[in-house]
């Protein structure tokens, strides 16, 4: 019995399926982008003479998060799961205490004349600092403001803060702006933060 010779595969249509189908999975695919943290950076500055601005130790709360993950505010060791209720504290200053922020009066729209603070918080890293605590750190400080704008949404206008119309989102936006400074990464003492 003979063999017959095996028939040649016509693959010059392969090409094409191989085109249609990386298409077709470019087409339906969605790509995954990291959109990082929203922050508002400020404006580049001029050329002109830069002057230092003296900002009273009572109107900065200092974050620090050293190499082994340690957080403190203003030198004084601090659980995760406080950050959020001493930052509103901080931003608020219910009793006028005069180690916390200082409040300026300012003209907001649907509130008049309405003190605000001048607070501001410094998160510091070590450059060891491990960055899911830093993110962790930085999510209750945010935590901390959005809280806020939800108290005085619910409390002025009755909805929570994302329900608000813009102009009225911006106005508590004043009341509680996001002031958080980030400093580059350096080394923190082993003790800051135990």
Not at 17 to 23: K, Q, R, T, V
Not at 114 to 135: F, H
Not at 139 to 168: C, I, S, T, W, Y
Request: charged share 30%; proline share 7%; with cysteine.
């Amino acid at each position: 019995m003979a063999r017959r010779p095996l028939q040649e595969i016509n693959a010059g249509s392969m090409a094409d399926i191989a085109f249609l189908l990386l298409i077709f999975f470019l087409v339906t695919t969605t790509m995954s982008t990291n959109t990082g943290m929203q922050r508002k950076l400020p404006p580049p500055p001029e050329k002109k003479e830069q002057k230092d601005i003296d900002v009273k130790e009572r109107n900065v709360m200092v974050v620090l998060i050293n190499k082994d993950n340690n957080i403190a505010i203003k030198g004084r060791p601090i659980q995760l799961k406080d950050i959020c209720e001493k930052t509103k504290i901080f931003f608020t200053n219910p009793n006028n205490d005069e180690n916390l922020p200082e409040k300026k009066i300012k003209e907001i729209p649907f509130f008049g004349k309405y003190p605000v603070s001048k607070g501001v918080v410094s998160l510091q890293t070590d450059r060891n600092t491990n960055y899911e605590k830093y993110l962790q750190v930085n999510n209750e400080l945010v935590r901390a403001v959005n809280e806020l704008r939800d108290e005085k949404a619910m409390q002025k206008f009755g909805k929570p803060f994302d329900e608000l119309e813009k102009e009225k989102q911006k106005a508590i936006s004043e009341i509680y702006p996001l002031n958080i400074s980030e400093a580059e990464p350096r080394r923190i003492a082993a003790g800051a933060g135990k």
